[in-house]
Each structure stands twice: as structure tokens, then as C-alpha cells.
């Protein structure tokens, strides 16, 4: 146990469709880092928050957002959702600063049919 | 944009075969770290390398990161089935991103 939680698990939504997803980070990491990643595919970055500001961007769609709250918890925001969209979502968290070791949580498994 | 390369994609091998996964970076890296994704589950870290030439042992696993720091391995001897899964490589540039590879997807046949 990474000590990382997402919740939900599994969710399953309709094209058009808007979801969040929500993640805890381990306690005292300030960094919160989110991926997707397609059936048996690489790990896309998508976005990291340290501390709640947005620190790096990576490959996000506009349809995608993010934020990172006071107490450090983070949510992922998918809308208009495509069949594409289909995927596993990871959040990790890191300490933040110079410690960067990422430990990723169970992931949430995003079905849009 | 910076990349961090990763070969093979696949590799079959056979329970008791030695196994290597190679990273390659455009840029100098500040560290580069390992994980391990099992089948079903989510990337668990391995190990983290920071010095030029650096090499670290874990048990029948040893990583290396090159000299320039631009490259690193991971060797496995004497594969097992419990070493199943994909390893992904993730370099820092000392920015606040961390690129990973694709992964090595590895294959053990008993």
C-alpha cells in the first residue's frame, strides 16, 4: 500500500459525459502528480500541483482540468468525454522540492461508453 | 521537447534468462528513477540513481546510470515469474517535470 488512495475505482459514464476524479496523496507529500494511461500503453504525464499551484503541464487536453486543495487532496475534472478518453488515470505523490520519488496510488479505471 | 527513450518494448524470455532494459535521454539528467508495474496494478518505485556512473544492486536487479548522465540500464539475472511486468524508466531534468519512458514490457516463460 502506497498510502496514496483514488477514489472511485471504477467508473463507468456515457460520451458527453462529465467526471471527477479525486486523490489523496500520502501524508506530508506536497506534490501531486496525474497520468493516463492507455490499455497496455506508456504513462502519459498529464499534470503536476505542488502545494496547490500548478507546477508542469504535460500532454492535458483543454476538455481536462485539475486542481490541488488546501488540504492537498487533488481532483481530476474529464468533460465532454470521448470513447478515447477510456483509460486508467493514476495519481502520484512525491514529497516535493528535490525528493521526487513518485508513489503512485490503485488508479481509476474510466470506462466512457 | 525532451524524451526519455526506452528499449525493448517487449522481451520474452525464458525463467532463468538474464533480461536488460535501456534508457536513453535527449538531455542530462539530474536523477533517473525505476518502476515496476505488475499486471492489473499501478507503478511501484524501485530504485533512484543521482551520481554520474553510479551503479545500485537490489538482490538479482542492478541498475546502472551512465557516465553523462544521460543513460541508464536495468539488468535483471536469472529471471524469475514473479519479475513479470512492465519496468519504466523516469529521468528528472531538475525542472518539475519527470519524464518517463514507455516501459519495457517483459514476458517470462516458466
Known amino acids: 500500500d502506497s498510502g496514496v488512495t483514488q477514489t472511485p475505482k471504477h467508473l463507468i459514464t456515457a460520451t458527453g459525459q462529465r467526471v471527477t476524479l479525486r486523490c489523496s496523496p500520502r501524508?506530508?507529500?506536497?506534490?501531486v502528480y496525474w497520468y493516463q494511461q492507455s490499455l497496455d500503453q506508456g504513462l502519459q504525464f498529464l499534470i503536476h500541483?505542488?502545494?496547490?499551484?500548478?507546477?508542469a503541464k504535460g500532454n492535458i487536453l483543454e476538455r481536462f482540468s485539475a486542481q490541488q486543495f488546501p488540504d492537498l487532496h487533488s481532483e481530476l475534472n474529464l468533460s465532454s468525454l470521448e470513447l478515447g478518453d477510456s483509460a486508467l488515470y493514476f495519481c502520484?505523490?512525491?514529497?516535493?522540492?528535490?525528493?521526487?520519488?513518485?508513489?503512485f496510488g490503485p488508479g481509476t479505471r474510466l470506462t466512457v461508453l | 521537447g525532451q524524451q526519455v527513450m526506452q528499449i525493448p518494448q517487449y522481451q520474452h524470455v525464458q525463467e532463468g534468462e538474464d533480461f536488460t532494459t535501456y534508457c536513453n535521454s535527449s538531455?542530462?539528467?539530474?536523477?533517473i528513477q525505476w518502476y515496476k508495474q505488475r499486471p492489473g496494478g499501478h507503478p511501484v518505485f524501485l530504485i533512484q540513481?543521482?551520481?554520474?556512473?553510479e551503479v545500485k544492486k537490489q538482490k538479482r536487479l542492478t541498475f546502472q546510470f551512465g557516465e553523462a548522465k544521460k543513460n541508464s540500464s536495468l539488468h535483471i539475472t536469472a529471471t524469475q515469474t514473479t519479475d513479470v511486468g512492465t519496468y519504466f524508466c523516469?529521468?528528472?531534468?531538475?525542472?518539475?517535470?519527470?519524464?518517463f519512458g514507455a516501459g519495457t514490457r517483459l514476458f517470462v516463460k516458466a
Open positions: 502520484a505523490s512525491s514529497p516535493g522540492g528535490a525528493r521526487n520519488t513518485q508513489y
Open positions: 501524508s506530508g507529500d506536497l506534490s
Open positions: 500541483y505542488y502545494n496547490g499551484e500548478e507546477r
Open positions: 538531455t542530462t539528467l539530474s536523477n
Open positions: 540513481l543521482v551520481k554520474s556512473g
Open positions: 523516469a529521468g528528472d531534468t531538475g525542472g518539475f517535470k519527470t519524464i
